[in-house]
Nanobody, 120 residues
């Protein structure tokens, strides 16, 4: 059974940076994605990375978000620079689905996510 453990979120000020981590257990996954759920909105796929390292981003976030993976550690990372108020939300990892060139398909059971709060 695949499980995700997201970490690295926190309370930050605008302009600061964070690096989120997602430890995958139970199996290795060919493609991985980071999603976020902003209050009042649906969860959306914001970045994805294929096993070979090709990265995809939501266009409006390109340049501030960087996804990476360490296959040996079965861990995926999301670095967010120049954080903005509108980045506040819960960030989750899972199989990418329904955006960024990935077809809609099954995702695994969601982890708890990690909360990112941008506030001055």
């Amino acid at each position: 059974q695949v499980q995700f453990l997201e970490s690295g979120g926190g309370l930050v000020q605008p302009g600061e940076s964070l690096t989120l981590s997602c430890k995958v257990s139970g199996d290795s996954i060919e493609h991985m994605g980071w999603y976020r759920q902003i209050p009042g909105k649906q969860r959306e796929l914001v970045a994805a990375i294929r096993r070979g390292g090709v990265m995809k981003y939501k266009e409006s976030l390109r340049g501030r978000f960087t996804i990476s993976r360490d296959n040996a550690k079965n861990t995926v990372y999301l670095q967010i620079n120049s954080l903005k108020f509108e980045d506040t939300g819960v960030y989750y990892c899972n199989r990418p689905s329904g955006a960024l060139g990935f077809p809609s398909g099954n995702v695994y059971v969601w982890g708890q996510g990690t909360q990112v709060t941008v506030s001055s």
